[in-house]
């Protein structure tokens, strides 16, 4: 009985696994080729694979109901207003900046996107494919939610719509502000339409509003379904093209050259180029506030809980305390170098032989001061281009015709993950990383242990992580098989082996650093895929990140300090 049984999920997570490939080899083909149409025929394999996969992120696409948990990931992650948009142009930094037209943001992605007409949104790509990838799935998401709403509200060949349809095209189209009977009974037809009941529309309608758009939910069910309806009725499909210059560009390490070549010309300009240089991958905020927060507050805030204050320093409110810190930063040995390469990525390097240690939490390290290392602190990377900006990072630089070589001590990379064993808030230390879809594989020495953590009040895993291509690529059944066979996977995340990948070429092989640089991996549980109810669809970590995010920033800290 066990072994059949063992049979049935094993061939699930093989599935699983040959779709991920599918769609990782679908969207490189469509990419070269410059243009596709997400539900023609071009489009076909990539929303049949997205359907064997049905991953967790998207809950319910593989049913007739429409997924509403999903729709919001999807949505905060793409410009506003992609729902009306029949073509999606993907395409370089190719100086719509400079224009008229007005950048969009989404609230969840740094990307920058332009409403080119009524028809067309432009979405800027600087991060390299694993953005494209990114994009493409969740377009190929809300392609299949949309022709799930016209299938239920068309019928017959000539395109007559139900009541319920009617009433949605009247609420939406009415420039009016709607009252709450008029929503209410918007509500009930678009549920209808959704396959949802009446409660779970009224909880999601207000995480989907914003200020301009307060009805914004029903206006992206009824763009959906419209452009839907005129695909299947006029065959008038949406269309996704990638710019020629996209295409020419694109591996060629652009933005991260510019980003590196940026860093390197500020380290030289402060005399910090030959000093011993500790690079840390991490958000903007946890290094500075570990150096300065304890000096910068007031005597009575300064007794309480440390982990209290970086609390406070972490809610949005506090502008004007945080404001404090980096200002107090900025005057004790602190360059702040924000991106404009199109990298996305902010920098800040820290002058340890500016910093009175005396004044902060690290006070028995004023004797550290000796080697008088730089602290360089970079933001997250996404995916692949986690390889781009390191890798031209840890390139010698040329002064007056001279090769100078970065005296890279250590490399630490803090960053969030989805943990398969534990919760919410939990901390991962890798031992290797394994690259999804194949059994490439990065084993490395981490200075950080589990034991240098065991005392810090939140549990802790060891073992190997795997780096996959989307986090919103994976399912349960893929999941439990990393976890449960011999390759012990404790978590996932994207950027690990792009990383390592980094670092082993230019201290192994390209000896651009030296070979015995220290590595330091650990990551945070952002979710817990495996749960249902914690997956990354079920929001942020709210106040549960502050304390892992500080305990291995104060340990990698330790650790350079006292290397």
């Given at each position: 009985m066990s072994t059949t049984k063992k049979k049935q999920g094993r061939t699930r997570a093989q599935e699983s696994s040959s779709a991920i490939e599918r769609m990782y080899i679908t969207m490189r083909h469509l990419f070269n080729r410059g243009f596709y149409k997400p539900m023609g025929v071009s489009g076909e394999t990539l929303r049949e694979a997205l359907l064997l996969l049905r991953p967790e992120?998207?809950?319910?696409?593989?049913?007739?109901?429409?997924?509403?948990?999903?729709?919001?990931?999807?949505?905060?992650?793409?410009?506003?207003?992609?729902?009306?948009?029949?073509?999606?142009?993907?395409?370089?930094?190719?100086?719509?900046?400079?224009s008229h037209f007005k950048t969009i943001v989404p609230p969840k992605r740094r990307?920058?996107?332009?409403?080119?007409?009524?028809?067309?949104?432009?979405?800027?790509?600087?991060?390299?494919?694993?953005?494209?990838?990114?994009?493409?799935?969740?377009?190929?998401?809300?392609?299949?939610?949309?022709h799930k709403i016209s299938k239920r509200v068309i019928i017959d060949e000539d395109g007559s719509t139900v009541r319920d349809w009617q009433k949605l095209e009247n609420a939406v189209l009415n420039k009016q502000k709607l009252s709450q009977k008029e929503r209410e009974i918007a509500i009930t037809h678009t549920?209808?339409?959704?396959?949802?009941?009446?409660?779970?529309?009224?909880?999601?309608?207000?995480?989907?509003?914003?200020?301009?758009?307060?009805?914004?939910?029903?206006?992206?069910?009824?763009?959906?379904?419209?452009?839907?309806?005129?695909?299947?009725?006029?065959?008038?499909?949406?269309?996704?093209?990638?710019?020629?210059?996209?295409?020419?560009?694109?591996?060629?390490?652009?933005?991260?050259?510019?980003?590196?070549?940026?860093?390197?010309?500020?380290?030289?300009?402060?005399?910090?180029?030959?000093?011993?240089?500790?690079?840390?991958?991490?958000?903007?905020?946890?290094?500075?506030?570990?150096?300065?927060?304890?000096?910068?507050?007031?005597?009575?805030?300064?007794?309480?809980?440390?982990?209290?204050?970086?609390?406070?320093?972490?809610?949005?409110?506090?502008?004007?305390?945080?404001?404090?810190?980096?200002?107090?930063?900025?005057?004790?040995?602190?360059?702040?170098?924000?991106?404009?390469?199109?990298?996305?990525?902010?920098?800040?390097?820290?002058?340890?032989?500016?910093?009175?240690?005396?004044?902060t939490d690290f006070k028995y390290l004023e004797e550290a001061k000796e080697n008088k290392a730089v602290i360089f602190v970079m933001d997250y990377a996404f995916g692949e281009q986690a390889y781009e900006t390191l890798d031209e990072l840890l390139k010698p630089v040329t002064v007056n015709d001279e090769d100078i070589h970065l005296n890279v001590k250590s490399i630490s990379i803090m960053g969030k993950a989805g943990i398969l064993e534990g919760g919410k808030g939990d901390v991962m230390i890798p031992t290797a990383h394994i690259f999804e879809g194949t059994a490439d594989n990065y084993p490395f020495k981490n200075e950080l242990s589990k034991n240098d953590l065991l005392d810090c009040g939140v549990s802790v895993y060891e073992g190997t992580m795997v780096t996959v291509l989307g986090t919103s690529l994976q399912n349960k059944e893929i999941l439990k098989f990393f976890k449960n066979s011999t390759w012990n996977v404790i978590g996932l995340e994207m950027e690990g082996a792009h990383y390592q990948k980094a670092i082993q070429a230019a201290s192994k092989v390209r000896k651009n650093i030296n070979e015995d640089v220290k590595v330091r991996y650990a990551y945070y549980a952002s979710d817990?895929?495996?749960?249902?109810?914690?997956?990354?669809?079920?929001?942020?970590?709210?106040?549960?990140?502050?304390?892992?995010?500080?305990?291995i920033t104060r340990k990698i800290l330790e650790q350079i300090f006292n290397s």
């Open positions: 992120i998207y809950g319910s696409i593989g049913e007739e109901k429409a997924e509403l948990e999903g729709l919001l990931y999807v949505i905060d992650r793409l410009p506003q207003g992609i729902e009306e948009c029949t073509f999606i142009n993907l395409t370089s930094d190719e100086g719509y900046a400079n990307r920058n996107c332009y409403r080119i007409d009524d028809e067309q949104m432009n979405i800027e790509i600087t991060r390299g494919r694993s953005e494209i990838y990114d994009i493409l799935t969740h377009l190929t998401f809300l392609f299949v939610e949309s549920a209808n339409i959704l396959g949802r009941t009446f409660n779970e529309l009224t909880v999601a309608y207000p995480k989907f509003a914003t200020e301009s758009q307060p009805e914004r939910l029903l206006h992206i069910v009824y763009w959906l379904g419209k452009l839907a309806i005129e695909e299947t009725i006029n065959n008038t499909k949406r269309t996704i093209t990638f710019s020629p210059v996209l295409r020419e560009r694109l591996g060629h390490h652009i933005h991260g050259e510019v980003w590196a070549d940026t860093i390197k010309s500020t380290l030289h300009k402060n005399g910090l180029l030959e000093r011993p240089i500790h690079i840390i991958s991490a958000n903007m905020h946890s290094v500075m506030n570990s150096l300065f927060a304890k000096g910068v507050l007031k005597a009575n805030e300064a007794k309480k809980d440390i982990f209290q204050t970086y609390e406070a320093l972490s809610d949005s409110n506090n502008g004007a305390l945080r404001s404090k810190v980096e200002k107090s930063a900025l005057q004790n040995g602190m360059i702040y170098i924000p991106d404009t390469s199109g990298t996305n990525i902010d920098v800040q390097i820290f002058d340890t032989d500016k910093i009175d240690f005396s004044k817990n895929p495996l749960e249902t109810g914690s997956t990354l669809a079920s929001g942020g970590l709210g106040t549960s990140g502050v304390k892992p995010t500080y305990v």
